[in-house]
C-alpha cells in the first residue's frame, strides 16, 4: 500500500486503529463483511464501525436484530461456504447464547473436515468493568473462550497493537478473537481516552504477530505479567514502586491464545518475582495459565511465590466502592508486589 | 493571526440541542500540516462521538486541549496557510 511521507503523525485512538485496518482489509477482499448489531447506522456502539456503510453499503456493513444465536451462526456458515465474516460484539457477556457455533462449528470445522474447510472468522469485542454496568454487562472471559481449542484470541493494549493484531487477525483462515478493553476504546461516555492507549498509527498496513509478547517497562525486580487494561494499571503501578527503589518489567501478553510462554519464562527467568493482573475472574484462568508456565518449566527461578491479581470469583457488583475493590487496579498490583518482596522461599 | 487563518468550529449540525461538549483527542500534533477534509480531532456531545474535519489545510493549531469543555461557539483550533 502507498505510503505518504509527507503525512504527519497520527494519534489514534483504539476504536479508530481497529477500524482502520477493518477498513483496508475489506477494501482489498470484497467476499469479507461486517455484521453486528448497531453497526451500519450508528457506527458501533463502541464507535468500531462509524462510516463503514456510508462506503461498503448495507449488503456489507449488516443491522442484525438482538439475535446474537442467529447471527454468528449465519457468519460460521458463510465462512465455511468461502466468505470472510467479521463480527461485532459490543459486550462479550452476550457471547454466551453463541458458543455452539463457535465452539462445534467455526472452531472445529478445519480440523474435523481435515482441512477441506477453512472458517475465516474475526470477532471484535468489547470486554471488562470499571464503570457501573453491573454483572451482565462488565465480564472479561478470556478463559471461558480460551479453553477451546481453535481459536485464536488478542487483546492490544494501544493503538499501535490495535491495528496491527486485527491485520493479523483478518488476514488468518481461521477463528479469531480480538477483544478491547471498554476503557480503552477511546470512547468519552467510558471516561477520557487513557493516554498510553492512545499511540501514532502508520498509515500502511502492518502485522503484529500471534504469541509474541511486548516488554512496555524494562525492570530486574519483579515481572507484572498483565494485558489490556491491566497493563496500563502495571504501568502506573511500576511508576510509583520506581520512586521506592523497586525496579518492575512489565510485561503484555497481548496474546491470550496463543499464549508466548517464552516471553513470560525469560522474564521471570531474569526477575525471579511474578505478579499477574488480570480482569477475568481468578479460577481456571489466564493467571492460573501463566503461573503454569513457571511450574512446568523451572519453578526454582522464583525467589518469593508468585501472586496473582484478578477479579475475585464473583459476579461483578453494580455499586461503585463494590465494584472498585473487585478490579485488578493499581493499589492491589502495588500490594502485590511488595508481597513477593517480603516473601522468600523456605 | 494572518487574514487568511481559518478558524475551526464544530460544525452546527453535531450539537443538536446541546450547548456544551467535551474535547477527547487530537490525532494531529500541535504545529502539523493538516489536510482539508480530514478528521483532524474527536469531541463529544452527549452520547455521540462527533469527528472534526480540517476546514483548510495548513499549518494546525491547537486552542481547545482534551477532556476540557466547549461551547457552540468556542473556537477549537486554527489553521494558517504554509
Known amino acids: 500500500m502507498a505510503h505518504d511521507h509527507n503525512e504527519p503523525g497520527r494519534t489514534f485512538t483504539m476504536a479508530r486503529a481497529g477500524r482502520e485496518a477493518v477498513i483496508s482489509e475489506m477494501r482489498k477482499h470484497p467476499n469479507m463483511f461486517l455484521i453486528g448489531e448497531d453497526i451500519a447506522k450508528l457506527g458501533g456502539v463502541f464507535g468500531t464501525a462509524i462510516g463503514m456503510a456510508d462506503e461498503f453499503g448495507t449488503a456489507r456493513v449488516i443491522d442484525t436484530p438482538i439475535s446474537e444465536t442467529g447471527f454468528i451462526g449465519i457468519a460460521t456458515g458463510a465462512a465455511m461456504a468461502g466468505m470472510r465474516p467479521v463480527i461485532e460484539i459490543a459486550f462479550v457477556d452476550f457471547i454466551g447464547v453463541c458458543f455452539n457455533a463457535i465452539f462445534n462449528f467455526a472452531a472445529k470445522t478445519h480440523y474435523m473436515s481435515g482441512g477441506q474447510y477453512k472458517t475465516p472468522m474475526t470477532f471484535m469485542i468489547g470486554y471488562g468493568g470499571g464503570y457501573c454496568d453491573a454483572a451482565q454487562h462488565s465480564q472479561t472471559l478470556f478463559a471461558t473462550l480460551g479453553h477451546v481449542p481453535g481459536i485464536k484470541i488478542v487483546t492490544p493494549a494501544d493503538a499501535y497493537d490495535a491495528k496491527g493484531l486485527m491485520h493479523s487477525c483478518l488476514q488468518d483462515d481461521n477463528v479469531t478473537i480480538w477483544m478491547v478493553h471498554k476503557r480503552l476504546w477511546g470512547l468519552g461516555w467510558l471516561g477520557f481516552p487513557l493516554p498510553l492507549a492512545l499511540s501514532e498509527v502508520p498509515e500502511h498496513d502492518y502485522t503484529i504477530p500471534f504469541g509474541q509478547s511486548r516488554i512496555w517497562r524494562e525492570g530486574k525486580d519483579v515481572t507484572i505479567v498483565g494485558l489490556g487494561l491491566t497493563v496500563h494499571n502495571a504501568m502506573t503501578a511500576a511508576d510509583q514502586l520506581a520512586s521506592e527503589g523497586i525496579s518492575v518489567e512489565v510485561l503484555d501478553l497481548r496474546s491470550v491464545v496463543p499464549m508466548d510462554r517464552d516471553g513470560v519464562f525469560r522474564s521471570v527467568a531474569k526477575t525471579g518475582r511474578l505478579v499477574v493482573a488480570d480482569e477475568d475472574y481468578m479460577s481456571f484462568g489466564v493467571t492460573a495459565e501463566v503461573l503454569a508456565v513457571v511450574a512446568e518449566r523451572d519453578p526454582s527461578v522464583l525467589k518469593a511465590p508468585a501472586v496473582r491479581v484478578a477479579y475475585p470469583d464473583v459476579p461483578v457488583p453494580f455499586s461503585r466502592p463494590m465494584e472498585e475493590f473487585c478490579l485488578p487496579n493499581v493499589e492491589r498490583i502495588v500490594a502485590a508486589v511488595r508481597a513477593t518482596l517480603k516473601g522468600a522461599k523456605k | ?82
Open chain 2, 1 to 82: 493571526m494572518s487574514a487568511d487563518t481559518v478558524e475551526i468550529l464544530v460544525p452546527d449540525e453535531a450539537w443538536g440541542e446541546s450547548l456544551e461538549g467535551v474535547m477527547l483527542t487530537w490525532i494531529y500534533k500541535d504545529g502539523a500540516q493538516v489536510t482539508e477534509g480530514k478528521v483532524i480531532a474527536e469531541m463529544m456531545v452527549e452520547k455521540a462521538q462527533i469527528e472534526v474535519l480540517a476546514p483548510a489545510s495548513g499549518r494546525l493549531t491547537i486552542l481547545a486541549q482534551p477532556e476540557t469543555v466547549i461551547n457552540r461557539s468556542f473556537v477549537i483550533g486554527r489553521i494558517a496557510p504554509v
